[in-house]
């Protein structure tokens, strides 16, 4: 499981308009599944990006296929959180 924990500060077409482009980039990786946005409770962000892989190489590849110019303005900072299970 990998979360992505993030603050935005765009506006709400914005935010969808990165969600859409996350969802189709975990779309086209193999092995990268995306599995929600969230409003975390128990985090000081505003939104997580939760994903399912059993490989990091996986968060690496859909990092590296992303086609959303990021824009240090409205996403000022992300902290991502990898749990791997005991499996």
Known sequence: MILEHFDWLGTEEELEKFT????KTCAETKGFEYKG???PWNKKFNYTFAYETKDIQHY???GNNLKYKIDKKILPHMVVD???NKD
């Open 20 to 23: 859409s482009a996350i969802k």
């Open 37 to 39: 946005r969230f409003a």
């Open 60 to 62: 690496i590849e859909a």
């Open 82 to 84: 990898l749990y791997k």
